[in-house]
């Protein structure tokens, strides 16, 4: 941010920067049209800033109250913009970026088997999980996305590269039973996550999730011993589950059960646990996912393209399941759109119940701010504009395709809204100003996809 108050348009206005001897970058107030609280009440104010001094939020008022209060701010005028939390992504693998495009049009176990794994067997490495994560998050950023919630190898690498962005992750401890360029055993696995989230407990703008890749990719001694340390150290779950009919049939073929009766064997249903995908379940799997407290994250569109299934949120919203939306990977998905992956959560969600009225935009949109964080055990840092919580905010320049507004809930959720996302900050740093990332270089992230390309298109 600059030293100077900056109108939307990008002009300077002299008169309204305040005293600027006693601000600092992450100290301003902020203007708009509209602000989307996400608060119990779900606010929307018309013509009020936000007050952040030191990355927290201070107070909502009326922009003239506002200045009125705090003279010596910086103002940032983006009177004409959508003001709303940042978005989390449930559910990424980030590095993945890379193999956005390999492999399309194949079912889940071709792909991953036939393709996915193989490529990272040859190519996985340091430098490609930083390439790779590097290209997601300046697309997230540019999608109004803050929060990531991760699963892929070489952890500490991720971590490293959202700190270089600035951004704030949930670095998922990855666990698998077969041997990979991160780790060769179980005890390698999970030695390895317990030293990265040793080295990350106390950053601020990082948390760790222990993520095993899912019940037929993890045995069962390897699952209880991270039921054990998830409730001794306090750190969440990260799993898929029941992605698709034939990986639920193998499981009980080999068994005698259903993945989610393991689980719930094993005492991983919790509400620690983050069940990704959830396309199979019966009724009494849904009743019981709500009695335990567990965490949905729902990946629609990445579902839809790999023929997986549809997860029945209107049914898991019934049962007092908390919901939460991710992209999944770009290498299936094939974007990081979350705004576009939410809003076609719910036309599914809709259509599948046969019921318009099913999942209305201020209910959608909370799986995406202040769900989403309470699934990450984040809700009392981000997920909403509210006194004492971070700065972590976007802004939404509406442009042709959003107007008229007649509900500014409704045009975030069913209009293409991410495309008009101009400026993001994090813990009251700002990232993206007009559409332009500070604390990421595009022309190398430009230039390492397209080398990556170039070696596993070989």
């Given at each position: 941010?600059?030293?100077?108050a ?5 002009s300077t206005?002299?008169a ?5 001897s006693?601000?600092n970058?992450?100290s301003?107030?902020l203007e708009a ?11 929307v ?20 109250d506002?200045m009125?209060?705090?003279?010596d ?5 983006r ?9 989390v ?16 049009d ?7 088997e036939?393709?996915v ?35 892929y190898?070489f952890?500490?690498v ?9 951004m704030r992750a ?8 077969i ?6 055993s179980?005890?390698e ?10 080295t990350?407990?106390?950053?601020p703008l990082?948390?760790?999730a222990?993520?095993p ?6 045995s ?10 998830s409730?001794e ?18 499981f ?13 064997e ?10 990704v ?15 335990a ?10 579902n839809?393209?790999?023929a ?5 949120i209107?049914?898991?919203?019934a049962?007092?399941v ?6 999944d990977?770009?290498a299936?998905n ?12 719910s ?23 202040i769900?989403?964080a309470?699934?990450?055990g984040l ?7 509210e ?5 972590d ?5 509406p442009?042709?395709?959003m107007?008229p ?7 975030v ?7 008009y ?11 993206l100003?007009?559409?332009?990332l500070?604390?990421m ?5 430009r ?12």
């Amino acid at each position: 941010m600059t030293s100077e108050a900056t109108s939307s348009s990008g002009s300077t206005d002299p008169a309204r920067t305040g005293n600027l001897s006693n601000c600092n970058a992450n100290s301003f107030i902020l203007e708009a049209g509209w602000v989307i609280t996400m608060d119990a009440h779900m606010r929307v104010l018309r013509e009020y800033s936000l007050v952040v001094i030191d990355g927290r939020i201070v107070a909502c008022a009326p922009w003239l109250d506002a200045m009125t209060q705090y003279p010596d701010l910086i103002v940032v005028d983006r009177r004409s913009g959508i003001l709303m939390p940042g978005l989390v992504n449930a559910h990424t693998h980030l590095a993945m970026n890379l193999l956005r495009g390999f492999a399309d049009d194949k079912p889940l176990k071709t792909w991953l088997e036939q393709h996915v794994w193989p490529t990272e067997a040859a190519y996985l490495s340091p430098a490609y999980v930083r390439d790779g994560t590097a290209l997601a998050l300046a697309e997230c950023l540019l999608c109004g996305v803050t929060t990531v919630n991760d699963m892929y190898f070489f952890p500490d690498v991720t971590a490293a590269t959202v700190l270089s962005a600035g951004m704030r992750a949930t670095v998922g401890l990855i666990v698998l039973d077969i041997p990979t360029a991160w780790a060769g055993s179980v005890d390698e696995y999970i030695s390895r996550g317990l030293s990265v989230h040793d080295t990350l407990r106390d950053e601020p703008l990082i948390t760790t999730a222990f993520a095993p890749h899912a019940p037929y990719t993890v045995s069962r001694e390897p699952l209880e011993r991270i039921a054990t340390l998830s409730a001794e150290l306090d750190v969440p779950v990260h799993m898929h589950v029941h992605e698709t009919a034939e990986e639920v049939q193998s499981f009980e073929r080999e068994h005698g059960m259903r993945p989610i009766a393991r689980l719930d064997e094993i005492g991983l249903l919790n509400s620690s646990l983050l069940a990704v995908h959830l396309t199979q379940l019966t009724d009494a799997e849904i009743v019981r996912l709500g009695e335990a407290g567990v965490n949905a994250i729902h990946c629609p569109e990445s579902n839809l393209k790999l023929a997986s299934g549809v997860s029945p949120i209107a049914d898991l919203i019934a049962a007092g399941v908390n919901i939460a939306v991710g992209t999944d990977g770009a290498a299936s998905n094939n974007d990081l759109d979350l705004l576009g992956e939410l809003r076609t959560a719910s036309f599914l969600a809709k259509v599948f119940s046969d019921n318009a009225a099913t999942l209305p935009a201020a209910q959608a949109l909370r799986m995406v701010t202040i769900d989403a964080a309470k699934a990450l055990g984040l809700a009392e840092h981000i997920g909403s504009l509210e006194v004492g919580k971070a700065a972590d905010c976007i802004i939404i320049e509406p442009g042709l395709g959003m107007l008229p507004i007649y509900d500014v809930l409704a045009q975030v959720i069913y209009t293409q809204s991410s495309q008009y996302v101009t400026d993001v900050w994090v813990a009251g740093k700002q990232l993206l100003q007009h559409r332009q990332l500070l604390t990421m270089d595009t022309d190398k992230i430009r230039h390492s996809a397209q080398t990556w390309a170039a070696k596993i298109s070989k």
